[in-house]
């Protein structure tokens, strides 16, 4: 059972342009949502990351939203830049969570075209 | 500061022989957790460890197990070597829980054969 959904395996958009990327979840005790970026023969690295009493954190180029309602955020990269194609992965924490276990998603490749 | 060393970086092993991984997490980080990443799975959650205790578990067989030691290094073992078992295997080091302290190793990368 996929609690933490990417349903987009990849995803191609060109320099300079908006990449969006999805991320859906099933587990309603989920508080708190990060997204990491993995190069091939690397570990993730985090990115940014959001609780759930928010609907929306920047960093940067970087801006993740939340729709608790939907249980679906995403991750807005603006402008998108050819450093950025990597594979990106949703990861969710549960709710008074004493333990460091998060729940990834599947990833998404990103493509960012010259 | 150093970041998270795991070793070998990569292994082939052969069915039914048992392999051991290595983590040593940032130095202070008293966390560490064990992924395992194969293609279209994403990283599923193995097991986490602190100050020497197993306070997590993920889904897998007994053949998946681990240790910390004092020192804060952490090794797995799998036991009993299956080809879906191939994959590469991340850990994670942090204080406490603290996600933007999470920092993965680079991986091993099993080949079971």
């Known amino acids: 059972d996929q609690q933490v959904k990417q349903n987009s395996p990849s995803l191609s958009v060109q320099e300079g342009r908006i990449s969006i990327l999805n991320c859906d979840y099933t587990?309603?005790?989920?508080?708190?949502f990060l997204w990491y970026k993995k190069y091939p023969a690397e570990g993730p690295t985090f990115l940014i990351s959001?609780?759930?009493?928010?609907d929306k954190n920047e960093d940067g180029r970087f801006t993740v939203f939340l729709n608790k309602s939907a249980k679906h955020l995403s991750l807005h990269i603006v402008p998108s830049q050819p450093g950025d194609s990597a594979v990106y992965f949703c990861?969710?924490?549960?709710?008074?969570?004493?333990?460091?276990?998060?729940?990834f998603g599947t990833g998404t490749l990103l493509a960012v075209q010259p | 500061k150093a970041g998270v060393t795991q070793t070998p970086r990569y292994l082939i092993k052969t069915r039914g022989q048992q392999v051991t991984l290595s983590c040593s997490p940032i130095?202070?980080?008293?966390?560490v957790s064990w992924y395992q990443q194969t293609p279209g799975q994403g990283l599923q959650f193995l097991f986490e460890?602190?100050?020497?205790?197993?306070?997590n578990k993920g889904n897998f067989p007994g053949r998946f197990s681990g240790r910390q030691f004092s020192n804060s290094r952490s090794e797995m073992n799998v036991s009993t070597l299956e080809l879906g078992d191939s994959a590469l295997y991340l850990c994670?080091?942090?204080?406490?829980?603290?996600?933007?302290?999470?920092?993965f190793g680079s991986g091993t990368r099993l080949t079971v054969v």
């Open positions: 994670a080091s942090s204080l406490v829980t603290d996600y933007t302290g999470y920092t």
């Open positions: 587990n309603s005790m989920f508080d708190y």
């Open positions: 959001i609780s759930s009493i928010k």
């Open positions: 990861a969710a924490s549960e709710i008074g969570g004493a333990t460091n276990k998060l729940i």
């Open positions: 130095s202070g980080h008293r966390s």
């Open positions: 460890y602190f100050s020497e205790t197993q306070r």
